[in-house]
């Protein structure tokens, strides 16, 4: 006879103590209603590595319970289960993670990716930020491939007591490795549609009189790789070279956490980049990816950001 879901949470997290080892109280259910929510039931399996550390491997069980009612066998799926543990074991993710109390190997992996901060609460928790309006930058720290996709870790506080370092140095110098992991880009939005090998152009390059466009349309900025590209905004000397570029301030409007448009406030009507932002933010932004509803002014002759 087929399984109720409760069954099947309870049955499968037996069969895992057995076929894992680990001791009673490290493969725990948790509901998606329990704090912090979740997007779905978990069972949480935890390897104690020190203290310190501890590294958790989140199953999806209401996937898993789909699956089981479409013919998939629970022996299959324990087998299954146990065999991806054993491949994130081996992976280049895992290995890297071990670095992580030791900040002489681990410094070079730091960078800096935007979150919204009233969307991210729950995440931000314990984290290592700094704000800028309702945008907050955030410490990461790249862990290498994970089946064929990049893998990366929110850095907790009490890792700089760990590492022994002031919080400012490591924030600058995370904010550095941002720069050199995925260098500044802006974009035209014509080459973007015609040329798939299209890499943006180097404005940063300081031999090269780049002419930034000062209409209303604007300019794209993102990063090399264009993924969680809108940061480069907030990249050493980016914003001044905009400005200097553009012969004063200009306005940010983050259509998500890939990219930023850039407008010159002499030309651009803030309440109109609002509506913009607001109808382009609605209608083509996934809300993974969305950043903020605010428009941004950076001045040039303080160097300093605000929100309108």
């Not at 069954?7 to 329990?34: H, N, P, W």
């Not at 314990?126 to 290498?144: E, K, P, W």
């Not at 301030?249 to 309440?271: C, L, Q, W």
Request: glycine share 4%; with cysteine.
């Amino acid at each position: 006879m087929e399984m109720t879901y409760e069954s099947f949470v309870e049955t499968l997290r037996s069969e895992l103590l057995e076929a894992t080892g680990y001791d009673e109280e490290m493969i725990c259910y948790k509901q998606e209603t329990e704090y912090p929510p979740t997007s779905g039931d978990r069972l949480l399996l935890k390897r104690q590595r020190n203290e310190e550390i501890m590294e958790v491997c989140a199953l999806y069980v209401q996937d898993l319970f789909r699956e089981y009612q479409n013919g998939w066998s629970m022996e299959a799926i324990v087998r299954e289960i146990v065999e991806r543990l054993d491949a994130i074991a081996r992976s280049e993710c895992f290995q890297r993670s071990r670095n992580l109390e030791d900040y002489d190997k681990i410094k070079e992996d730091l960078f800096i990716r935007l979150l919204n901060i009233e969307k991210n609460q729950v995440e931000l928790e314990d984290c290592i930020y700094r704000t800028i309006g309702d945008i907050a930058l955030v410490l990461y720290a790249r862990m290498g491939e994970l089946n064929g996709s990049s893998a990366s870790i929110k850095i907790k506080r009490h890792m700089l007591e760990k590492w022994e370092q002031e919080p400012k140095q490591v924030f600058e110098e995370a904010l550095l490795n941002t720069y050199f992991i995925s260098p500044p880009r802006i974009y035209c939005w014509e080459k973007l549609i015609f040329d798939p090998d299209y890499a943006g152009e180097n404005f940063m390059n300081l031999l090269c009189d780049y002419k930034l466009k000062k209409d209303v349309l604007g300019n794209c900025l993102s990063t090399t790789i264009r993924t969680n590209g809108a940061v480069a905004i907030f990249l050493p000397g980016v914003a001044e070279r905009i400005g200097q570029l553009m012969g004063g301030g200009f306005y940010m409007v983050f259509t998500s956490i890939h990219e930023v448009m850039i407008h010159n406030e002499k030309s651009a009507d803030p309440e109109e980049l609002k509506k913009v932002l607001e109808d382009t933010v609605n209608e083509t932004t996934p809300p993974e990816d969305f950043l903020t509803y605010q428009i941004y002014h950076y001045d040039l002759e303080t160097g300093s950001f605000s929100v309108l």
